[in-house]
Nanobody, 114 residues
Framework: QVHLVESGGGLVQAGGSLRLSCEVSGNIFSFNPMGWYRQAPGKQRELVADITSSGSTNYADSVKGRFTMSRDNAKNTVYLQMNSLKPEDTGVYYC????????WGQGTQVTVSS
């Protein structure tokens, strides 16, 4: 059974940084693409960033230039480096991967205080 397990969320002041990690229990190469979504209170879940198996990335306009998604295939892990965080980045961040079906992690809370 495949699991996606996130870590790295927390509370940070505006302007700070956090790095989220998502470890895949199976073979990361079987997922294409993988991504990070977030859901703020009262809002729909939105795509923040995704990455293909070849390493091509795509970002939401709201995070371009501040967030960087990467993958370490040897560790079966994808990352989301978040810099210059803003209060509007607050939400639950979910790791997602497509392997014929869509798989989701349990989510990790990110709170940015002003």
């Amino acid at each position: 059974q495949v699991h996606l397990v996130e870590s790295g969320g927390g509370l940070v002041q505006a302007g700070g940084s956090l790095r989220l990690s998502c470890e895949v229990s199976g073979n990361i190469f079987s997922f294409n693409p993988m991504g990070w979504y977030r859901q703020a209170p009262g809002k729909q879940r939105e795509l923040v960033a995704d990455i293909t198996s070849s390493g091509s990335t795509n970002y939401a306009d709201s995070v371009k230039g501040r967030f960087t998604m990467s993958r370490d295939n040897a560790k079966n892990t994808v990352y989301l480096q978040m810099n210059s965080l803003k209060p509007e980045d607050t939400g639950v961040y979910y790791c997602w991967g497509r392997n014929y079906y869509d798989y989701w992690g349990q989510g990790t809370q990110v709170t940015v205080s002003s």
